[in-house]
C-alpha cells in the first residue's frame, strides 16, 4: 500500500515538474537580429581613413590615446586591435576603456572602430567619438608629415 | 563641538568628488602638451628594435617585470609591486584617532603596483628617428579602518598617475646610456 502510494507521489511530482518546464517563456526569434540602434552606434564608431598602411594607422590610434591619458593595455598587430584604458581624474573610481580595430576597408582606406565604455556601460554619446576622431586625425596628420 | 567642526572639515573635501563626464575624457586639455613632452624623448637611430629592447633592460633594470610585449608597434607594458606604506600616514592616523576620540581609524595605503606602458615610433618617412613615450602610473590598496561603528574592509584601491619629472629623467637618461645615445628633448 505505501508503496503505491510513494508511486503516486513521484508520478505526481514529475507531473508538476514537467507543467513548470512547459511554461518557459518562448525565445524570440529576433533576439540577434540587428536593430536601427546598433546600426546608428556602429556608423558613429567607425570612419574610414585614406592611408594604406596599417601599421602607421595603428601607431597613431596609440599615439593618440597616450595624448589623451590613455594606458595602452594590450595590442596585436596581425588584428589591428588595441585595448587601452584610463581613470576619469580626479575621480579614480570611474574607469573608461576603449577597444580600437584598424582594418583595410577598401584598397586605399582603412576603417578604424572605436568601442567606448565608462564604468562598464557602453557610450552611446557622438560626442565622445568626435572628440577621438578629431584627436586621432590631428594624430595621423602628423605622423604622415 | 570644536573636533566636531574640524573633522567635519577634514572629511568634506573627500567627499565632494566630482564626476568627469566621458566627453571631457576624450578631448586634449592645456595639459597634454606638458605631459607629452616630460614623457617623451627621440633619439636619432633607425634600430626601433635595438631601442625597443634596451628600454626592456632599463625597466628590468629599474626592478620592473615586462608584461607585454609587442614588437610589430614598439609596446612594451611592465609593473612592479612593492610595499605603500608611509609614516606620514600612520601619523595622520594617529592624530584623526585621537582627535575623534577613537572613532575614526582612516585606512593607511600598504600595498602599491607601479606599472609603466612605452611606445616607440618613427618619427619621419625614412625612420632614421625614434621617438619613446613613456607613461608610469600606480595603483594603491589601502588596509582596513573604522569609521564610529562601521568597518571598512581592507582592499579599498585607489589610482594615480605619476607626474614627477624626475623619475621620466632618471628613466630616459638610464635609456639614453644603454643606446650609448643622446635623448633629444621634443
Known amino acids: ?145 | 563641538m570644536r573636533i566636531g567642526v574640524c573633522l567635519t572639515l577634514l572629511v568634506l573635501p573627500t567627499g565632494c568628488v566630482s564626476h568627469t563626464e566621458p566627453t571631457e575624457l576624450f578631448q586634449l586639455t592645456a595639459e597634454t602638451p606638458k605631459h607629452r613632452a616630460m614623457q617623451t624623448r627621440f633619439f636619432e637611430t633607425p634600430n626601433e628594435k635595438e631601442l625597443l629592447s634596451a628600454a626592456a633592460a632599463v625597466l628590468q633594470d629599474l626592478g620592473f617585470q615586462v608584461e607585454e610585449s609587442v614588437r610589430e608597434v614598439g609596446f612594451l607594458r611592465a609593473t612592479k609591486e612593492r610595499s605603500a606604506r608611509e609614516y606620514g600616514q600612520y601619523i595622520q592616523q594617529a592624530l584623526l584617532l585621537i582627535l575623534s576620540l577613537g572613532k575614526l581609524l582612516t585606512p593607511v595605503d600598504l600595498h602599491q603596483k607601479i606599472a609603466a606602458g612605452l611606445i616607440t615610433r618613427p618619427l619621419n618617412q625614412e625612420a632614421t628617428r625614434q621617438e619613446v613615450r613613456i607613461v608610469f602610473y600606480r595603483v594603491v590598496w589601502k588596509g582596513d579602518g573604522q569609521t564610529n561603528n562601521q568597518y571598512i574592509p581592507p582592499g579599498q584601491q585607489y589610482m594615480e598617475m605619476i607626474w614627477d619629472p624626475e623619475i621620466y629623467q632618471q628613466f630616459f637618461a638610464k635609456l639614453s646610456k644603454a643606446v650609448f645615445l643622446e635623448a633629444h628633448t621634443i
Do not use: H
Open chain 1, 1 to 145: 500500500m505505501t508503496d503505491k502510494r510513494y508511486v503516486w507521489a513521484g508520478i505526481l511530482l514529475a507531473g508538476s515538474l514537467l507543467l513548470y518546464g512547459c511554461s518557459t517563456p518562448e525565445t524570440p526569434k529576433d533576439l540577434l537580429a540587428p536593430t536601427d540602434t546598433q546600426l546608428k552606434i556602429r556608423s558613429m564608431q567607425t570612419r574610414a581613413f585614406e592611408l594604406t598602411d596599417r601599421n602607421t594607422a595603428m601607431r597613431g590610434v596609440i599615439a593618440s590615446l597616450q595624448d589623451l591619458g590613455f594606458i595602452i593595455e594590450r595590442a596585436n598587430e596581425p588584428l589591428g586591435l588595441v585595448t587601452a584604458a584610463r581613470f576619469a581624474e580626479p575621480n579614480y573610481y570611474d574607469v573608461v576603456s576603449v577597444t580600437v580595430t584598424v582594418r583595410q576597408d577598401t584598397k586605399d582606406k582603412l576603417a578604424v572602430r572605436v568601442n567606448a565604455i565608462y564604468n562598464s556601460k557602453p557610450i552611446d554619446d557622438p560626442k565622445v567619438y568626435q572628440n577621438f576622431f578629431a584627436s586621432l586625425e590631428r594624430s595621423l596628420f602628423l605622423t604622415k608629415k
